[in-house]
């Protein structure tokens, strides 16, 4: 991976639909950390307690059983999408794009509900292939995709898990979605963060997507072509910095996509 200038970093931030106060989790008789947000309504269905500064979960030393109790109540009362059986970590929040140390780990489907911060990575990758400074290779969302099914993305976008390091997740999601070993590529580099605050696509209506991603470039040598490896692509194109900017302007892409391929084409927050 080769070394870049300092990473940009870009805000975009939508308000809650509904009310949301802040998410604590108090571990033993440690002071409570702030994790997320939830709206009130939801707080009282999980019973957890309330204080002046919003809702608290206590937890033994290891939090992790009672985080898994309270997604699997969310799930029994129908506010989560799809069960992932997969684990992020739940971070306390320290304040702009910085995530705090994990505190402890949940179920992928409860993150939004809580408003729990989630990381993710994306790869922008360009070619020489097609006629004029460089082409964009982009994928085509797969049509059974939970969020933003059948939009354009970039060529990879995936989630770090609680498992994965960040460069582990950059790797792993770089040869589940697109077929690509890192050392195939060239030019690799951190080259931006995005923070994300907007109300979530999840069915019940009551979640909230804080995410920090973590976005770098590269160049894909013109004898390499990605392949969906995990069914969650529909298809690869290469296509032109014009095509890619056309189709931002009508929508056709994610936010996450738009806002690294295209900042100037969304509004986002300063």
Same mark, same amino acid.
């Given at each position: 991976m080769t070394s870049a200038p300092a990473a940009s970093l870009l805000r975009y931030e939508r308000a809650p639909l509904r009310p949301r106060d802040p998410l604590w989790l108090r571990i033993g008789a440690a002071p409570p950390l702030r994790i997320g947000s939830v709206e009130p309504e939801v707080a009282q269905a999980l019973a957890l307690a309330s204080f002046d @500064?919003?809702?608290?979960?206590? /937890?033994?030393? #290891?939090?992790?059983?009672?985080? $898994?109790? +309270?997604?699997?109540?969310?799930?029994?009362?129908?506010?989560?999408?799809?069960?992932?059986?997969?684990?992020?970590?739940?971070?306390?929040?320290?304040?702009?794009?910085?995530?705090?140390?994990?505190?402890?780990?949940?179920?992928?489907?409860?993150?939004r509900a809580l408003g729990i911060a989630t990381r993710a990575v994306h790869l922008h990758g360009v070619s020489p292939q097609v006629q004029g400074p460089h082409g964009v290779w982009v994928q085509l969302r797969s049509l059974n995709k939970a969020n933003d099914p059948g939009l354009w993305d970039t060529?990879?976008?995936?989630?770090?898990?609680? @498992?994965?390091?960040?460069?582990? /997740?950059?790797? #792993?999601?770089?040869?589940?979605? $697109?077929? +690509?070993r890192l050392d195939a590529l060239r030019d690799l580099a951190h080259a931006g963060v995005l923070e994300i605050r907007k109300p979530s696509d999840s069915p019940s209506g009551v979640g909230y997507t804080v995410e920090r991603?973590?976005?770098?470039?590269?160049t894909v040598p013109t004898e390499v072509l990605p392949v969906n490896q995990d069914g969650e692509v529909e298809r690869f194109e290469l296509v032109s910095p014009e095509r890619v900017r056309a189709d931002v302007r009508s929508g056709r892409y994610t936010l996450e996509a738009a806002l690294i391929l295209a900042p100037d084409l969304v509004q986002p927050r300063a």
């Open positions: @500064a919003g809702w608290c979960i206590h /937890a033994f030393s #290891r939090p992790d059983a009672t985080l $898994a109790t +309270l997604a699997q109540t969310l799930r029994e009362r129908g506010l989560l999408g799809a069960w992932r059986d997969e684990l992020l970590p739940v971070h306390a929040e320290s304040g702009g794009a910085q995530l705090g140390e994990p505190v402890g780990r949940i179920e992928r489907a409860a993150v060529l990879m976008g995936g989630m770090v898990s609680a @498992a994965d390091t960040l460069e582990q /997740a950059l790797a #792993r999601e770089t040869w589940e979605e $697109a077929g +690509l991603i973590d976005w770098y470039r590269c």
